[in-house]
């Protein structure tokens, strides 16, 4: 029998709604009900000044095998994601090759993954076969390989009967479709935000609208079917406002936002910075306030992390050419903390936002539960952002070489 003791931490439950100070037991990642005895007691950690809290569920997170596996591996993304507090992670069906239109490769997948990375990884399946967008995938089989979910990505649909087909299956199964809304015909090619610094540059745009449009014709889709859908990566503060009005009307929609969105601004992509490249863009600073007004009102329901791990060369071509991705796993706590710091939530706030409500979303509390575990972050720890301190394969984020603060130094997994 080996238990922990941690004296005096705050301890964030967003189940009960407590913060409280206290001292604690802690076995197989369980907090003990009763003190044990002095002699079951392996080993004993001050933790004044830090938080306990749950481990975390990340709503989408590319972890780049099976496929592209010079990026990152189940591995590698496994090891920075469990280290970093993130036990349950949601990857898309956009692997290269596609394998999530495929029941019994999911299923492997994710047994890949526990055995590789140690995490609990949950596949969202393909909408359409290979992801091509003129026929449903085999839903059924993915709901039988363990998807509760399906999206199409980024790939585009061949017409928007193809959608509602999709949608009407995804309903009878009683299945939640993930957008990451973006219509093609404004996107275009672009591959930045809309704005002053793009124009400057030169540099192909992805206007706000593109992402605004896709969601309202989602929307309509989605009241005429009655499918449970989630809206991922928002990134305009005017979808804030359209996620809001159709929570009014009592559709079935949830959303989420990159923790990097609110934080970040597309000023980064100043100089051709390409490690400010990623999709959907980073947007400008009014997005950002907006985005962060909607999480904060619970009209975004979750922050994820958007990790995508890439190599270096990945990001040495031109900026247009450059695969977009930013590594996350490694800055999410801290950059949670830095939302603590500057007022927008308490503690306990920021921890329901990426704990508690993507399990919610994701319709699995009950098992998140069980396998939580307990993470142990000092919200004061600064650490400087580099090759070295980044867990992940990919090293890929804008910033790089600055000192943060806010780091989990100890996990409790069963």
């Given at each position: 029998?080996?238990?922990?003791?941690i004296?005096?931490?705050?301890?964030?439950?967003?189940?009960?709604?407590?913060?409280?100070i206290?001292?604690v037991?802690i076995?197989n990642?369980?907090l003990?009900?009763?003190?044990?005895?002095?002699?079951?007691?392996?080993?004993?950690?001050?933790?004044r000044g830090?938080?306990l809290?749950?481990?975390m569920v990340?709503?989408?997170?590319?972890l780049r095998?099976?496929?592209?596996?010079?990026h990152?591996?189940?591995?590698?993304e496994?090891k920075?994601?469990?280290?970093?507090?993130?036990?349950?992670?949601f990857?898309?069906?956009?692997?290269?090759?596609?394998?999530?239109?495929?029941?019994?490769?999911?299923h492997?997948?994710?047994?890949?993954?526990?055995?590789?990375?140690?995490?609990?990884l949950?596949?969202?399946?393909?909408?359409?076969?290979?992801l091509?967008?003129?026929q449903?995938?085999?839903?059924?089989?993915l709901?039988?390989?363990?998807?509760?979910a399906?999206?199409?990505?980024?790939?585009t649909?061949e017409?928007?009967?193809?959608?509602?087909?999709?949608?009407?299956?995804?309903?009878g199964l009683?299945?939640?479709?993930?957008?990451?809304?973006?219509e093609?015909?404004?996107?275009?090619?672009?591959?930045?935000?809309?704005?002053?610094?793009a124009?400057?540059?030169?540099?192909?745009?992805?206007?706000?609208l593109?992402?605004?449009?896709?969601?309202?014709?989602?929307?309509?889709?989605?009241?005429?079917?009655g499918?449970?859908a989630?809206?991922?990566?928002?990134?305009?503060?005017?979808s804030?406002?359209?996620?809001?009005?159709?929570?009014?009307?009592?559709?079935?929609?949830?959303?989420?936002?990159?923790?990097?969105?609110?934080?970040?601004?597309?000023?980064?992509?100043?100089?051709?910075?390409?490690?400010?490249h990623?999709?959907?863009p980073?947007r400008?600073?009014?997005?950002?306030?907006?985005?962060?007004?909607?999480?904060?009102?619970?009209?975004i329901?979750?922050i994820?992390?958007?990790?995508?791990?890439?190599?270096?060369?990945a990001?040495?071509a031109?900026?247009?050419?450059?695969?977009?991705?930013?590594?996350a796993?490694?800055?999410y706590?801290?950059?949670?903390v830095?939302?603590?710091?500057?007022?927008?939530f308490?503690?306990?706030?920021?921890?329901?936002?990426?704990?508690?409500?993507?399990?919610r979303?994701?319709?699995?509390?009950?098992?998140?539960?069980q396998?939580?575990?307990?993470?142990?972050v000092?919200?004061?720890?600064?650490?400087?952002?580099?090759?070295?301190?980044?867990?992940?394969?990919?090293?890929n984020?804008?910033?790089?070489?600055?000192?943060i603060?806010?780091?989990?130094?100890?996990t409790?997994?069963?």
């Amino acid at each position: 029998m080996s238990i922990v003791k941690i004296e005096n931490v705050c301890v964030l439950d967003p189940i009960q709604k407590t913060d409280r100070i206290d001292t604690v037991f802690i076995e197989n990642g369980k907090l003990l009900n009763t003190h044990p005895d002095q002699s079951q007691i392996t080993e004993v950690i001050d933790g004044r000044g830090k938080w306990l809290m749950p481990t975390m569920v990340d709503l989408c997170a590319r972890l780049r095998e099976p496929g592209q596996q010079q990026h990152g591996t189940l591995k590698s993304e496994g090891k920075a994601a469990r280290e970093n507090g993130i036990l349950h992670v949601f990857t898309p069906p956009d692997s290269k090759p596609i394998v999530q239109d495929n029941g019994a490769l999911v299923h492997g997948l994710v047994e890949k993954a526990m055995l590789d990375g140690g995490i609990y990884l949950q596949v969202i399946g393909a909408q359409t076969q290979g992801l091509l967008g003129k026929q449903p995938a085999n839903m059924a089989g993915l709901k039988k390989g363990g998807c509760s979910a399906v999206s199409n990505a980024y790939a585009t649909f061949e017409n928007d009967d193809v959608v509602i087909r999709t949608l009407e299956y995804a309903a009878g199964l009683d299945m939640t479709v993930v957008f990451y809304a973006e219509e093609h015909q404004i996107a275009k090619d672009g591959c930045v935000h809309e704005g002053f610094i793009a124009s400057r540059q030169g540099l192909p745009m992805i206007p706000t609208l593109a992402e605004t449009v896709a969601i309202a014709k989602y929307l309509l889709m989605i009241e005429a079917t009655g499918v449970k859908a989630h809206f991922g990566l928002l990134s305009s503060g005017a979808s804030v406002e359209l996620i809001k009005n159709a929570k009014a009307k009592g559709l079935p929609i949830t959303a989420d936002v990159a923790m990097q969105q609110l934080h970040l601004t597309d000023a980064l992509i100043d100089g051709f910075n390409t490690l400010a490249h990623v999709r959907p863009p980073l947007r400008s600073e009014q997005d950002k306030q907006l985005l962060r007004q909607g999480v904060k009102d619970g009209v975004i329901d979750a922050i994820c992390t958007h990790h995508e791990p890439l190599t270096g060369s990945a990001k040495l071509a031109p900026f247009a050419e450059t695969l977009p991705g930013i590594t996350a796993f490694d800055t999410y706590v801290a950059l949670g903390v830095k939302l603590v710091e500057e007022g927008l939530f308490t503690p306990l706030e920021w921890v329901e936002k990426v704990t508690l409500a993507p399990a919610r979303v994701a319709n699995m509390i009950e098992s998140w539960k069980q396998q939580a575990g307990l993470v142990l972050v000092d919200p004061t720890l600064e650490w400087l952002i580099n090759q070295d301190s980044i867990l992940s394969h990919g090293k890929n984020t804008p910033l790089i070489d600055q000192t943060i603060k806010g780091k989990v130094i100890q996990t409790f997994i069963a």
